[in-house]
């Protein structure tokens, strides 16, 4: 049986800021839960842990999947984690751990948060939401200029078609 070592959570992942950490997600869900999700072995002689190198991937890939959102609006790495960053990262991990296990099912309150998540960093993205970060108190602006072009106008102005009559 494979055992699985006690390691310290990582500081930061490479390339990725933490927008939640494994503390954070023991808030949310029960230690038991996260042996169950993290854990293909159990191994009866030795305390069970929480494996904390599967916690680190699905905390980096909630990570990459909120600065894929992010980037072009908000100036990445972000000075402050804002909670409701921490609150769908958070969301994000939980669901990324039941969709790994291949038996049992996935809870219903796991899949419509992980659905109302995603809906949020839309909305982000698309600036339906916004931060509201202490740092900068606004959004990073749009690169490059925008222009216009109206064609001419047809009935009305200089030779428009009413000059004519």
Known sequence: MKHWPKVMLSASCAGCDMYCTLADLQEQVPESTLIQLTNEVVDFDTPATVNVTVVDSCIRYAGELIDAHL?????????????VLRDIAITLV?????????????????????KEARRQLEAIRDGKLTLGLQSTQKDVPESGEI????RRPTFGGRDGLLEKY
């Open 71 to 83: 980037r072009g609006r908000y100036t990445l790495p972000l000075a402050e984690v804002p909670t």
């Open 94 to 114: 939980r669901y990324r751990l039941y969709v790994r296990r291949p038996e049992g099912d996935l809870p219903d309150t796991v899949k419509d948060d992980n």
């Open 147 to 150: 222009r216009a072009r109206a």
